[in-house]
């Protein structure tokens, strides 16, 4: 059976994740210099838990036994972002945190990754056969553009579904922009494309090549 768009566009952000996890798990990643690095992974991670939370877990909940699929992929994400909190902590050197090992963060991580991925190809697929090809078309398109305006960091302690859900990563996604700016923290502000445009979803319905993976330009002066 053909990959659903929605299937094709979690390949895909898996992918980007993972690729930006890639630098960021190297020891010297925790040079000052490179911090970006480590923003980076945590930033677009953050954001796609929260976006899938918004967007794919209602009509998840839907599905037979979806209220266990979403206990199931919430959990997840509770200790996932649990973790993502740890390791800019640790990053930053947050003394909270200092007794943590790296390696063992991201042991964690990886790991919490492998079952986040695992369970969204698998709500994806089930997701596929469920709707039909617009409806499906129109839930990815809403899953990519609710990234570009999601929390750029972890709240493993907010509500994560329902309308509070909903709520709380609207109000921490201004909280959350304050603080990048504050901070001066790096943050891909146009890592994620447009899917009306030259996003992974775009590229899907037309059947055309995917660009070679870039990672995102570092921001100007002026956007800090």
Not at 167 to 195: F, K, N, Q
């Amino acid at each position: 059976m053909t990959a659903s768009t929605l299937e094709l566009a979690l390949t895909y952000e898996h992918a980007k994740i993972r690729e930006l996890a890639a630098p960021a798990h190297e020891p010297a990643a925790a040079r000052p210099d490179r911090r970006h690095e480590t923003d980076w992974f945590y930033a677009i991670a953050a954001q796609h838990l929260a976006a899938a939370e918004d967007v794919l877990l209602p009509h998840v909940r839907r599905l037979p036994d979806g209220q266990d699929l979403v206990a199931s992929y919430v959990g997840n994400a509770k200790q996932l972002e649990q973790s993502l909190r740890f390791l800019k902590a640790r990053q930053y050197g947050d003394s909270r945190v200092l007794h943590l090992h790296p390696d063992e963060v991201w042991q964690v991580i990886d790991r919490l990754l492998d079952e986040h991925e695992h369970l969204e190809t698998e709500y994806g697929r089930l997701l596929g056969e469920e709707l039909d090809s617009e409806d499906v078309s129109t839930l990815t398109e809403e899953l990519l553009s609710a990234e570009e305006v999601a929390p750029t960091r972890a709240h493993p302690f907010s509500p994560h579904t329902g309308m509070a859900g909903r709520m709380a990563h609207r109000m921490w996604r201004m909280a959350d922009s304050v603080w990048d700016s504050a901070e001066g923290r790096v943050v891909p502000t146009h890592y994620h494309a447009h899917p009306k445009r030259d996003s992974a979803l775009s590229h899907y319905l037309r059947g055309t090549p995917m660009p070679e993976a870039t990672s995102p330009d570092p921001p100007k002066i002026g956007q800090l």
